[in-house]
Nanobody, 126 residues
């Protein structure tokens, strides 16, 4: 079992930045596939980014097209924490952001992840 706790959401103006954090506990963090999803009101949960251990060689960062060049995912294994640095935020980025974890990388679907945080709200004003 993995417990995930997100933080860092808030209200920001368009063009601003936020950094989300997600701290995991319960299993060795180094090998966990970590992901960020978001869900806007009235919409389905969608993939934002993931950070996974790629074939035992190195970590691989994956991004949805709509955040490429603006968001950066990273992890600190000494703190069991994954981060999502969000720059150049747009009103359409407004959503609840969820951290997710899986024992291994399987894909971008919510069903590919086994554990979920409670979510942190991000609101971007125009």
């Amino acid at each position: 079992q993995v417990a995930l706790v997100e933080s860092g959401g808030g209200l920001v103006q368009a063009g601003g930045s936020l950094r989300l954090s997600c701290t995991a506990s319960g299993r060795p963090f180094r090998s966990l596939a970590m992901g960020w999803f978001r869900q806007a009101q009235g919409k389905e949960r969608e993939f934002v980014s993931s950070h996974t251990w790629n074939s035992g060689i190195r970590y691989y960062a994956d991004y949805a097209d709509f955040v490429k060049g603006r968001f950066t995912i990273s992890r600190d294994n000494t703190k069991n924490t994954v981060y999502l640095q969000m720059n150049s935020l747009k009103p359409e980025d407004t959503a609840v952001y969820y951290c997710a974890a899986a024992s291994a990388a399987r894909g971008r679907r919510p069903s590919d992840f086994d554990y979920w945080g409670q979510g942190t709200e991000v609101t971007v004003s125009a």
